[in-house]
């Protein structure tokens, strides 16, 4: 990944943080890290 794709996805990913802080309270920001952290579980749990 050169340097300027790394720079291109940092600001498109913060605004898209920023967005969904001033459009939603950041409500779906938690909603993915609740999926995340189930997906973790699920994954931890096929693992053993």
């Not at 050169?2 to 913060?14: E, K, Q, S, Y």
């Not at 939603?24 to 909603?31: H, K």
């Not at 699920?42 to 693992?47: D, S, T």
């Amino acid at each position: 990944m050169t340097d300027r794709i790394a720079l291109g996805l940092a600001i498109v990913i913060t605004a898209l943080v920023a967005t969904d802080l001033l459009a939603n309270s950041g409500e779906a920001l938690l909603f993915l890290a609740h999926k995340l952290t189930d997906l973790i579980y699920y994954l931890a749990f096929w693992r053993r």
